[in-house]
Nanobody, 125 residues
Framework: QMQLVESGGGSVQAGGSLRLSCTPS????????MAWFRQAPGKEREGVAA?????????KYAESVKGRFTISKDNAKNTLYLQMNSLKAEDTAIYYC?????????????????WGQGTQVTVSS
């Protein structure tokens, strides 16, 4: 069973930047569509960004992060990134990485078979 490991979370002031990474626990030649979700205290988990499996595949973003966050994937390493700029206090949450055997990405939790344990992002105003 493949597991995903997130890194790069931390504390930052509003307006700052962070870069999250997500790597598989074991190497695989299979390509996955991948996504980032987040869950803020007292709220349901929501999709942040998602990207198709193949190089050059399309990316999707939640309206709340468009223009500020960029999702990217290194298929050679099956590593997923989330560059987060102009961070706001409302971005504070636990961020989760997810992967699906489907070649096309979606912003739905049920789409993804594999999940990471999450990494905390805290933005102070």
């Amino acid at each position: 069973q493949m597991q995903l490991v997130e890194s790069g979370g931390g504390s930052v002031q509003a307006g700052g930047s962070l870069r999250l990474s997500c790597t598989p626990s074991k190497l695989t030649n299979r390509r996955y569509s991948m996504a980032w979700f987040r869950q803020a205290p007292g709220k349901e988990r929501e999709g942040v960004a998602a990207v198709d499996a193949d190089d050059g595949g399309s990316a999707k973003y939640a309206e709340s992060v468009k223009g500020r966050f960029t999702i990217s994937k290194d298929n050679a390493k099956n590593t997923l990134y989330l560059q987060m700029n102009s961070l706001k206090a409302e971005d504070t949450a636990i961020y989760y990485c997810a992967a699906s055997v489907s070649p096309l990405a979606a912003m739905k939790e049920a789409w993804y078979e594999y999940w990471g344990q999450g990494t905390q992002v805290t933005v102070s105003s």
